[in-house]
């Protein structure tokens, strides 16, 4: 199994982004999947997640700012990213629980989001 992201890169403060991570391999059913960032010298942080059946979280510092969503179909998931600031720099991961031959827990390679005049 490999989750591929991209959309990553420069943006100026206030500008917008858009992330998409697509699963692949023998993946039989995707229960959870999420975008996690790290920053210099911090831990990685859950961004936001999204739930089969649509259900999703964010965290307090990205609500209504940024929206993630899900194509079931190309097992696909994206992140919407608005009204950037300086602090959302950081190393951006996508995250999947997944069924292969067991469920499990499967991560990105990461995509570097700057924000910066």
């Known amino acids: 199994v490999q989750l591929q992201a991209s959309g990553g890169g420069l943006v100026q403060p206030g500008g917008s982004l858009r992330l998409s991570c697509a699963a692949s391999g023998r993946i039989f059913s995707i229960n959870v999947m999420a975008w996690y960032r790290q920053a210099p010298g911090k831990q990685r942080e859950l961004v936001a997640r999204?739930?089969?059946?649509?259900?999703?979280n964010y965290a307090d510092s990205v609500k209504g700012r940024f929206t993630i969503s899900r194509d079931n179909a190309k097992n696909t998931v994206y992140l919407q990213m608005n009204s950037l600031k300086p602090e959302d720099t950081a190393v951006y991961y996508c995250?999947?629980?997944?069924?292969?031959?067991?469920?499990?827990?499967?991560w990105g390679q990461g995509t570097q989001v700057t924000v910066s005049s």
């Open positions: 995250y999947a629980h997944l069924l292969t031959a067991v469920w499990g827990d499967h």
């Open positions: 999204i739930i089969s059946g649509g259900i999703t």
